[in-house]
């Protein structure tokens, strides 16, 4: 049975097995790519950068950290094992904050990177990533999160590896998955990916206004799924820093390419209330 997945006004089919067309994104380090190019670390258009790890928005899970570094260091989401997934214990997922929102502009929005590393090559000779995915979810309020549709259409790791917890990973094959790029390069997301989304569509999420990016690790042995419902597949199991990698900081965190100026919610009641005495001092004059 094929499936369709409708992506910046194009559809691509692929079938539940494996893609038709080889090739269809960005590799570890392609910044030039049409549809998911990656971010360079230095690249002039990040303007702004996660401020700080929301702890009351972050749970580690097991084989990760066991405290918040806000100063650079790492933080690890940890990894489930076969006995944990089947019990539904929660991945582990982790949420920055933003001074200044992140707007929909045009094309993409902002950036995630990592600290995967190349190594490998695919048939096409394209190399191959160590890939620790996680999904991507951004919200206005802090409540309410919407997902970043993804597609990974891997059924393995690629060969020259060590196992399933050492491997390269095709990352031609995986698209709006955290972790896809390598290390010094992110992952770029475009907020129109979610225009028809429930959430905006219901006004519980505002894609002009994203206060809040949450990165929720994704196990890798293929019990969770993407959008269309195929496997997804990355190193697992990890430990020691098992799971997927963050650290908070310009260059290494979540970089933002388009923000918009929106007034606090104080500040635009205080705007309200200076417009309502100007009224008024209208009114009263004869």
């Given at each position: 049975?094929?499936?369709?997945?409708?992506?910046?006004?194009?559809?691509?089919?692929?079938?539940?097995?494996?893609?038709?067309?080889?090739?269809?994104?960005?590799?570890?380090?392609?910044?030039?790519h049409a549809i998911d190019g990656a971010i360079a670390a230095d690249d002039g258009r990040?303007?702004?950068?996660?401020?700080?790890?929301?702890?009351?928005?972050?749970?580690?899970?097991?084989?990760?950290?066991?405290?918040i570094n806000q100063t650079g260091g790492f933080n690890s989401l940890g990894d489930l094992?076969?006995?944990?997934?089947?019990?539904?214990?929660?991945?582990?997922?982790?949420?920055?904050?933003?001074?200044?929102?992140?707007?929909?502009?045009?094309?993409?929005?902002?950036?995630?990177?990592?600290?995967?590393?190349?190594?490998?090559?695919?048939?096409?000779?394209?190399?191959?990533?160590?890939?620790?995915?996680?999904?991507?979810?951004?919200?206005?309020?802090?409540?309410?999160?919407?997902?970043?549709?993804?597609?990974?259409?891997?059924?393995?790791?690629?060969?020259?590896?060590?196992?399933?917890?050492?491997?390269?990973?095709?990352?031609?094959?995986?698209?709006?998955?955290?972790?896809?790029?390598?290390?010094?390069?992110?992952?770029?997301?475009?907020?129109?990916?979610?225009?028809?989304?429930?959430?905006?569509?219901?006004?519980?999420?505002?894609?002009?206004?994203?206060?809040?990016?949450?990165?929720?690790?994704?196990?890798?042995?293929?019990?969770?799924?993407?959008?269309?419902?195929?496997?997804?597949?990355?190193?697992?199991?990890?430990?020691?820093?098992?799971?997927?990698?963050?650290?908070?900081?310009?260059?290494?965190?979540?970089?933002?390419?388009?923000?918009?100026?929106?007034?606090?919610p104080g500040g635009l009641a205080l705007l309200g209330l200076v417009a309502g005495v100007?009224?008024?001092?209208?009114?009263?004059?004869?």
């Amino acid at each position: 049975m094929f499936r369709h997945f409708i992506l910046s006004g194009a559809v691509l089919f692929t079938s539940a097995a494996s893609p038709l067309f080889a090739e269809i994104y960005s590799g570890p380090t392609d910044t030039t790519h049409a549809i998911d190019g990656a971010i360079a670390a230095d690249d002039g258009r990040l303007v702004a950068w996660a401020d700080v790890i929301d702890s009351t928005r972050t749970m580690f899970g097991p084989r990760g950290s066991t405290s918040i570094n806000q100063t650079g260091g790492f933080n690890s989401l940890g990894d489930l094992d076969a006995t944990e997934i089947a019990a539904g214990v929660s991945p582990g997922f982790l949420t920055v904050s933003f001074s200044t929102g992140i707007g929909n502009g045009a094309g993409h929005d902002f950036a995630v990177f990592e600290n995967g590393f190349v190594f490998g090559q695919n048939t096409e000779g394209t190399p191959g990533l160590f890939a620790e995915f996680a999904y991507v979810d951004v919200s206005t309020n802090g409540t309410d999160f919407a997902r970043f549709p993804s597609i990974s259409l891997n059924e393995g790791p690629l060969p020259g590896g060590f196992g399933t917890n050492f491997s390269p990973f095709d990352v031609t094959n995986v698209y709006n998955l955290a972790g896809k790029h390598a290390a010094g390069f992110g992952t770029p997301f475009d907020l129109d990916d979610l225009s028809a989304d429930p959430l905006v569509t219901s006004g519980l999420l505002d894609l002009n206004n994203i206060r809040y990016v949450r990165l929720f690790d994704i196990p890798g042995d293929g019990s969770f799924t993407d959008s269309q419902g195929n496997p997804i597949v990355d190193n697992w199991i990890t430990s020691g820093s098992g799971g997927f990698d963050f650290r908070l900081g310009e260059g290494i965190g979540v970089g933002v390419l388009n923000i918009t100026a929106v007034p606090e919610p104080g500040g635009l009641a205080l705007l309200g209330l200076v417009a309502g005495v100007g009224s008024l001092r209208r009114r009263r004059r004869p």
